[in-house]
């Protein structure tokens, strides 16, 4: 739990050094108190320690602490609007950039996912690569992977498998190639 949150903390800070701080706040002490205050961090936080919990093998200790960890998880949903489900298997370096509409189901990620707002990322899912950015209003629905160093733009509908190295767009999610032409998915047919 507390490896995958260092994660977290490092390439929340690491963005923030990048983009926002210049000067005089670029001390490490000062960039975790603000990632620390921010809204979408609770969330990663409660996320890990409600899956640390599901994790524990100590019979009393586990039912308390999954008291605790389901009574923080609906505080933090009801002022953020992000659901993470706690079987969820996430990487560290998840970033939420933005609150409000986010769901993720119980599905597998990779590190370093970044995330925006209304983005939704379905159970049914088989799974995320490393090194993911979803757009805000991205959707991930139905059986579909997505390999790693994947963009999904914003507001594109993935309903099937996506390789390695792609950059995603639209509704039906196509590959956005260099000449500027889309290409389909083809669905591939799945043996019962």
């Not at 996430?90 to 597998?108: D, E, M, R």
Request: charged residues 20%; aromatic residues 8%.
């Amino acid at each position: 739990m507390f490896e995958n949150l260092r994660g977290d903390f490092a390439r929340a800070r690491d963005d923030r050094i990048r983009t926002l701080e210049r000067g005089w706040n670029r001390s490490v002490w000062l960039s975790n108190l603000r990632i620390l205050v921010a809204m979408n961090t609770w969330t990663i936080i409660t996320y890990r320690f409600a899956h640390w919990v599901v994790k524990l093998r100590v019979p009393v200790v586990r039912q308390l602490l999954m008291v605790v960890a389901i009574a923080l998880e609906r505080w933090v949903r009801l002022w953020t609007g992000i659901i993470i489900h706690r079987d969820a298997e996430i990487g560290p370096g998840l970033v939420v950039h933005t609150p409000y509409g986010v769901f993720v189901g119980p599905t597998k990620i990779g590190a370093n996912c970044t995330v925006g707002s209304g983005v939704v990322i379905a159970a049914g899912s088989r799974g995320v690569g490393d090194n993911v950015y979803f757009g805000p209003g991205a959707k991930l629905i139905g059986t579909a992977k997505v390999g790693n160093n994947v963009v999904i733009m914003a507001n594109s509908l993935v309903l099937t498998d996506v390789p390695d190295n792609t950059t995603i767009v639209g509704v039906p999610a196509r590959i956005r190639l260099r000449g500027g032409r889309p290409q389909r998915f083809e669905p591939k047919a799945t043996s019962a």
